[in-house]
């Protein structure tokens, strides 16, 4: 689930909860959110990519 996702659940905008979590971190499991990273990023689409014929 993407954090516009939970936005959008909770009715709030993206940035909204990103500051919320951010500014009450104990409230949260430690893996709930993470931040993808460009490089982070280029991995994990190119494990998506599909093959051309």
Same mark, same amino acid.
């Given at each position: +689930? $993407?954090?516009?996702d $939970?936005?959008?659940?909770?009715?709030? /905008?993206?940035?909204?909860?990103? &500051?919320?979590?951010?500014?009450? $971190?104990?409230?949260?499991? /430690?893996?709930?959110?993470?931040? +993808?990273?460009?490089e982070?990023?280029a991995?994990?689409?190119? &494990?998506?990519?599909?093959?051309?014929?």
């Amino acid at each position: +689930m $993407l954090d516009r996702d $939970l936005a959008i659940l909770y009715g709030v /905008e993206t940035k909204v909860l990103k &500051q919320s979590v951010k500014r009450n $971190l104990k409230r949260f499991p /430690e893996d709930f959110m993470f931040e +993808m990273t460009k490089e982070k990023l280029a991995i994990w689409r190119s &494990q998506f990519a599909t093959s051309k014929n």
